[in-house]
């Protein structure tokens, strides 16, 4: 198998243990670090600011045996890392125009491709240097290029390109990140997808997580991947203390984050996802704008690189893609989730009501699954809100030929103890004069079979609305959209579709929720015993097959169509979803992600199936989609037509099913 490249690059920021002043010192301990990074697979290990000398030498920064020593032991370094498959980024200081500038320079494979020199220099309170370096602002557009080592490098704000990884870089040093526009900003904007910053921030009480916020805002704002690595307590100590804080981000989030204080050499690790990131940036249209605005207004040299080194199938990531990305992991997270996506379902049902004015209560077709269970809580909470009574809450079970007698226990036990308004009507009767009609042979139990009895509920619980003045509340999630597992103006249908946005693997958590938190005491609670047998029956439930029923049971009387059996688990299908819908993943990508998310649970080659299932159904299925309901969107993944998702019905799923089918299993 060819190995592919999977869009992701491995960052590195390292915080050697130095000695000041002494650069050849320093030069051995940094290429020693850079080849602990390149065995780990880094693409460009970042190091701080002025780390060839050390930050905190002072007026020694004038004296020419340092520079002289400074430039031997940079020497030192860009021949080495010849032999070095990973990029360095690593701080030193340039003499310009008999000035001294604080650069970063980019050393790739025996050359130094750019230097960086720092734009806004900290010189107040704790920071001085003003006295020593002139700002990079005074060359700007001027100085093209500089000669380091006898060679002329590119000198300024610099975009570094790799066209061959289709990934774009650049550089700013510690005090531009606090600046109120920052070179990297700008440099985002003419396209840079990871910002590196060699920095050498002190620490001080609370300033080490300001300086976290710092970095994961920029990242986030400017929809980029960021690496910061900081100077470490080898630093003079003489009025300040370093703390070699080193932060790898993305996106908002933290990939890795070392710890301070660390007595020897340290290095975090993580794998930046670029591929992501552009995905966000072309549907962030902020961004485009912001850049026309003010990408002209900046001076930016765009800088060709020799392909970096990225990472493939045949890596192991450092990063994890869980299982269950609709799920948050830590059970704290969950509790705050699960609260917040049952409010925005209440809230939006009881906002529909209000507004609907003749119809004041909620019809509900209750199976005794899942989904139906989940919308009835939510009418029984909005109804709450609202300061209506739960028996405006008119919940019908509408028994059929697939309906076995535990789903028919589960769904008669919910409705009453939740004090709803419960109605039980059997459509077998009605189904069979239907087939009579139509001439359709009740003992073929094809598609016809099936969704006639869906469209015979639906139709049901519409007229059953508007004798009652009420409105259809619908019980379809965000898993079965994606899927169109859904009969067309059956089940599909309704007047508002409170779990729209939320996927099947989410379902189970919220239930599980409102059955603890609300369920539990208080005027939600049944009272006495009933309450005890309401979390009884919801604890059944949760541990019932998912199934339209719409075929007869089986021998033993339990249910015998289960919908995972025919369309695979979707554990998978919401893995998908998320990742295709949030971040544009392609199939290549998605299947080498998932072989690794699923490992140990489903092979690949039974992943390939079920994901070119996904595809299949996906693409064909939109027709439903483009007509769905009204429904609250809850998290960051949407199909409505009238937001989130636009998408021609017709469109194919040729170029999807290909690319997977070209995947070595």
Not at 71 to 86: G, K, Q, W, Y
Request: one cysteine or more.
């Amino acid at each position: 198998m060819q190995d592919k490249a999977l869009g992701l690059i491995r960052v590195a920021a390292i915080t050697p243990r130095i000695e000041l002043a002494d650069p050849k010192h320093n030069a051995l301990e940094i290429l020693r670090c850079a080849r602990e990074a390149d065995a780990a697979g880094a693409g460009v290990a970042l190091f701080p600011e002025l780390c060839l000398t050390g930050y905190t030498c002072g007026d020694l920064f004038h004296q020419e045996a340092l520079y002289r020593s400074q430039m031997e032991a940079l020497e030192t370094l860009v021949r080495a890392s010849a032999d070095l498959r990973t990029a360095l980024i690593a701080g030193a200081f340039l003499r310009v125009e008999n000035h001294l500038y604080n650069c970063a320079l980019f050393i790739q494979q025996g050359r130094i491709l750019g230097a960086v020199p720092k734009f806004f220099l900290p010189n107040a309170e704790e920071f001085y240097e003003a006295r020593w370096f002139a700002s990079g602002a005074a060359l700007a557009g001027r100085v093209r290029r500089v000669s380091v080592l006898g060679e002329a490098v590119p000198f300024g704000s610099l975009l570094f390109r790799d066209d061959e990884a289709g990934l774009a870089f650049g550089m700013e040093l510690c005090e531009d990140l606090w600046a109120p526009v920052s070179p990297g900003a700008l440099l985002s904007l003419h396209g840079a997808l990871i910002l590196f910053n060699p920095s050498a921030s002190n620490e001080l009480v609370g300033k080490s997580a300001f300086r976290r916020a710092l970095v994961l805002q920029e990242s986030a704002k400017n929809i980029c991947g960021y690496a910061y690595a900081s100077a470490g307590v080898y630093e003079s100590t003489t009025d300040l203390v370093f703390g070699g804080h080193d932060i790898i981000a993305e996106n908002g989030a933290a990939l890795a984050e070392s710890r301070l204080f660390a007595r020897e050499s340290a290095m975090i690790l993580g794998d930046v996802d670029y591929e992501k990131l552009k995905f966000e940036r072309s549907r962030t249209k902020s961004m485009a704008d912001c850049a026309a605005m003010f990408a002209d207004k900046s001076d930016c040299e765009t800088v060709s690189v020799l392909p970096l080194r990225v990472l493939t199938e045949a890596d192991a990531l450092l990063r994890a893609y869980p299982k269950t990305p609709f799920v948050p992991d830590a059970p704290e997270v969950v509790d705050a989730r699960c609260r917040e996506i049952f409010s925005i379902q209440t809230a939006g049902l009881a906002r529909r009501l209000e507004h609907a004015g003749r119809a004041t209560k909620t019809v509900v077709g209750v199976s005794g699954g899942l989904d139906s269970t989940l919308a009835l809580l939510v009418c029984a909470e909005t109804l709450k809100l609202l300061g209506r009574p739960r028996s405006d809450m008119i919940a019908v079970t509408m028994p059929g030929f697939g309906t076995t007698d535990e789903t028919h226990a589960n769904a008669d036990a919910l409705m009453r103890l939740l004090g709803a308004d419960a109605r039980e009507i059997p459509i077998g009767d009605s189904v069979l004069r239907h087939f009579a009609d139509i001439g359709h042979d009740p003992a073929v139990h094809d598609r016809t079979y099936e969704n006639a009895q869906a469209r015979e509920r639906t139709q049901i619980l519409m007229d059953l609305a508007n004798r009652e003045g009420g409105l259809v509340v619908g019980t379809g999630d965000l898993s079965e959209i994606a899927l169109g597992w859904s009969t067309y103006n059956g089940d599909h249908m309704s007047m508002y579709g409170v779990n729209a946005g939320i996927p099947k693997t989410l379902v189970r958590f919220v239930i599980a929720w409102v059955m603890e938190h609300r369920l539990s005491d208080g005027e939600e609670a049944a009272p006495g015993d009933a309450g005890a047998r309401l979390k009884s029956t919801l604890r059944r439930i949760l541990d019932t097959p998912i199934s339209p029923e719409l075929l007869p049971p089986g021998a033993d009387g339990r249910i015998a169509q289960k919908t995972e059996d025919a369309i695979g688990p979707y554990i998978l299908h919401d893995f998908f979803l998320y990742y295709t819908m949030r971040f544009g993943m392609r199939p290549e990508k998605l299947l080498a992600i998932a072989a690794r998310a699923f490992d140990g649970d489903y092979d690949r080659e039974t992943i390939k199936k079920r994901l070119a299932v996904f595809y299949e159904r996906f693409f064909s299925q939109q027709f439903k989609r483009s007509c769905m309901p009204d429904g609250p969107k809850v998290g960051t993944v949407s199909l409505s037509p009238r937001g989130d998702w636009r998408m021609p019905s017709d469109a194919s799923a040729r170029l999807w099913l290909e690319s997977l089918v070209s995947c070595v299993t």
